[in-house]
């Protein structure tokens, strides 16, 4: 089993940045591809960022391109999501994941481990 816990989130008025944690401990020896995710009030979850094991491969939605970086540091178990330039349709509670697949990690569907998630909320 793999635990993960995220941090960092809170509240930032538009145009400003903030960076999320997700650190994940237990049976951490497994090569998951990570990932957060966020689900806005009445809205479905959606994908936002994923980085493989090695962190050699990123990936994000259209909407946050050019604003949000994830990374990785495999010494600390710990996945980042940077956020700058932030909207308030940013506003979501953000979700970190785990995934055997990369692939298939910001489909959604079936992952391995899921965080508890933290809120994200940007006021205009």
């Known amino acids: 089993q793999v635990q993960l816990v995220e941090s960092g989130g809170g509240l930032v008025q538009a145009g400003g940045s903030l960076r999320l944690s997700c650190a994940a401990s237990?049976?951490?020896?497994?090569?998951?591809?990570m990932g957060w995710f966020r689900q806005a009030p009445g809205k479905e979850r959606e994908f936002v960022a994923a980085i493989t094991w090695s962190g050699s491969s990123m990936h994000y939605r259209d909407s946050v391109k050019g604003r949000f970086t994830i990374s990785r540091d495999n010494n600390k178990n710990t996945v980042y999501l940077q956020m700058t330039t932030l909207k308030p349709e940013d506003t979501a509670v953000y979700y970190c994941?785990?995934?055997?697949?990369?692939?298939?990690?910001?489909?959604?569907?079936?992952?391995?481990?899921w965080g508890q998630g933290t809120q994200v909320t940007v006021s205009s």
């Open positions: 237990g049976r951490t020896g497994s090569s998951h591809a």
């Open positions: 994941a785990a995934h055997r697949t990369y692939s298939t990690l910001w489909y959604g569907v079936d992952l391995d481990y």
